[in-house]
């Protein structure tokens, strides 16, 4: 409906004369930018970005930063963007201390922590820099946060240092460590609200985001489409759950939790595999949020595959504990009881994950007890801050982590780029892996991604 004359599109049009030109051409412009609801009309752009979480939308913001002059379109399966990983997680800007030295993650961690607070600074974003302490409660910790120092420091983080008993008091009052390594670089930030900058710089510089726009099939068309006057100049279809579809001529997916489901869809291996891990966060009280300053880690064992319960203060006051890490029977299920037939039958039914459970028994039964049992989880929480009672805590919120896993239970530690076989190949990259932290090298990841962009599309 013309918002000038309230009448319909095209009775309006047809109405113009030649007074109306202008308008006319304004109209044709915002036409071009709206996904048409039918059969006839369908949008056409020059690269489309499935995925609007906050790679997908710093990845679409860097390429059309690039590239002004072509068409780009953001397409998500909600309402709203980055309403998943990117909206339920710790909100940790971290520093890179954890890498192996020399490693693209710890290359891109170091990097992107740099960019995410220019950016902030540059948007108005607010953020915290209140640090971080990975504390030593008993000497035999002590040499693992010595190494762990020593990898810091080859990795460039800046302002590391270790601290003693005393310095860990001045630090964080309540909490108790023989020994601490303090990473002053460390932040918090609220990234949903960095997505929604991404989204409004991608949309600024012309780009589109569709929502409620779930894709369920991507193939090559081999005809000009009925109604189309482009021929096959936009040779790649792109389909929703509603029959809807958008053309284009080359296509990036970053879908995080179903990135290997809509990698399949071009004839990609169904591995690396996503196993879904939920983490449940224990939040304190808001009268005993005076007991943690910054962030507090533990010293992570070597033998597990994740870094164990912290203490992560949040943009809003509040202070999350936790998280734990046990599977989830459904890919988006935040609560114990969410499940999906589908999601948990190839979860349980995948060789690798029998063989990470396996490898990882006693840790794995250990999360699944503090996971139903809150003093179990107090327990650890309590080695830290021994303060901490029963009555201080509450169950908070979860997320759900996209863990790639490989046929032989090894967690997928790096980035996997594919795309798949046949002609469709030659036009589509996916982004089957991009593991954490994610969010915090997101500004620095998206320069990578758009670089392979470049190179294979010859953009």
Not at 295 to 303: D, G, K, L
Request: net charge positive; charged share 20%; with cysteine.
């Amino acid at each position: 409906v013309c918002e000038a004359c309230g009448m319909t599109f095209p009775r309006c049009v047809l109405s113009w004369g030649p007074v109306g030109s202008a308008r006319f051409l304004l109209l044709g412009r915002l036409v071009s930018q709206l996904p048409w609801r039918g059969s006839r009309w369908f949008s056409t752009y020059d690269v489309v970005v499935v995925g609007g979480g906050i790679m997908g939308l710093a990845s679409a913001r860097q390429l059309i930063l690039r590239h002004p002059a072509l068409r780009f379109a953001v397409l998500e399966k909600e309402k709203e963007i980055a309403l998943h990983q990117s909206g339920h997680n710790s909100g940790v800007i971290h520093s890179g201390i954890y890498y192996t030295p020399g490693s693209l993650k710890a290359r891109l961690c170091v990097r992107g922590a740099a960019l995410i607070y220019e950016y902030c600074d540059q948007k108005g974003i607010p953020y915290k820099q209140c640090g971080k302490l990975i504390v030593a409660v008993k000497q035999p910790e002590i040499p693992r946060l010595q190494a762990l120092y020593e990898r810091g420091l080859q990795n460039n983080v800046p302002g590391l240092r270790l601290i003693g008993a005393k310095d860990i008091k001045e630090k964080e009052p309540y909490c108790r460590g023989v020994m601490a390594l303090e990473s002053p670089y460390t932040g918090i930030v609220n990234y949903k609200q960095v997505a929604q900058s991404y989204k409004d710089d991608f949309c600024d510089a012309g780009g589109s985001v569709l929502t409620d726009f779930e894709v369920t099939d991507i193939k090559m068309v081999n005809e000009s489409p009925a109604g189309s006057v482009q021929g096959i100049e936009y040779p790649v279809a792109i389909k929703n759950n509603k029959g809807e579809e958008v053309h284009c001529k080359y296509v990036l997916t970053c879908a995080g939790l179903f990135s290997d489901r809509v990698s399949q869809v071009s004839g990609c291996s169904a591995e690396p595999r996503i196993v879904p891990f939920r983490g449940d966060y224990l939040v304190l009280k808001p009268e005993k949020c005076y007991l943690v300053k910054g962030n507090i880690y533990p010293v992570p064992n070597p033998r597990f595959p994740f870094l164990g319960v912290h203490f992560t203060p949040r943009m809003d006051g509040s202070v999350w504990l936790g998280p734990n890490a046990i599977l989830a029977f459904k890919r988006e299920g935040y609560r114990l009881c969410d499940f999906n037939a589908r999601d948990f039958k190839e979860a349980v039914t995948y060789s690798g994950l029998h063989k990470l459970v396996l490898k990882n028994l006693s840790y794995g039964m250990g999360e699944m007890y503090r996971a139903f049992f809150l003093n179990a989880q107090l327990k650890e929480l309590q080695k830290f801050i021994p303060e901490l009672s029963f009555n201080d805590i509450a169950r908070g919120p979860s997320g759900v982590r996209a863990q790639a896993l490989d046929r032989d239970g090894n967690l997928v530690d790096d980035f996997v780029f594919d795309g798949g076989s046949g002609d469709l190949a030659n036009c589509i990259l996916h982004v089957r892996n991009a593991p954490s932290p994610a969010a915090t090298s997101s500004l620095a990841i998206s320069e990578m991604i758009a670089s392979e962009v470049e190179e294979r599309f010859g953009l």
